[in-house]
């Protein structure tokens, strides 16, 4: 049992790689995630490590989706719940009008009962444009 817990004079410093339990460490799954130079793991996106400061290649750092993959995931979404393009910017221009309607409460105050009127009937000019947006998002889906 003692040969498992390795040397004692051996410590791990926050600016020193991992110390191996055993000589026979497995090797990591993923190969950029460790240093060519000194084999410390590299940090969660970092371009540099930080041990010897050698740098991460380039390819591996920039993991942001690109424009391509959203509008992929976007086209798989809209296929998965059965919508058309107009219907989702139907749907979409739906919520944004609710969300006005919400926000026109908070933006406008009210002195008066006429400013109070004049609220609430803004306030329901957006609420049936969005009534109108979501029956149109619901009209234009796929059948």
């Given amino acids: 049992m003692a040969q498992l817990a390795g040397d004692y004079d051996d410590r791990q ?3 020193k790689p ?3 339990l055993r ?5 990591p799954a993923d190969k950029a995630a460790v240093c060519d130079q000194c084999g410390a793991d590299f940090l969660t996106g970092a371009r540099f490590c930080h041990v010897c400061g050698a740098e991460r290649d380039a390819a591996v750092v920039s993991r942001t989706p690109s424009g ?5 995931d976007l086209s798989a979404a809209r ?12 749907l979409f221009l739906g919520v944004i009008c609710l969300i006005a309607a919400a926000v026109t409460g908070f933006i406008y105050t009210a002195t008066t009962v006429l400013d109070w009127q004049a609220v609430q009937i803004w306030r329901i000019e957006w609420l049936l444009a969005s009534l109108a947006m979501f029956a149109a998002g ?3 889906k796929k059948r």
């Fill in 18 to 20: 991992a110390v191996p």
């Fill in 23 to 27: 000589s026979e460490a497995l090797e």
């Fill in 79 to 90: 296929r998965a719940m059965g919508q058309t393009i107009a219907s989702l910017i139907a």
């Fill in 68 to 72: 391509a993959r959203v509008w992929r």
């Fill in 138 to 140: 619901i009209l234009l």
């Fill in 13 to 15: 410093e926050f600016w």
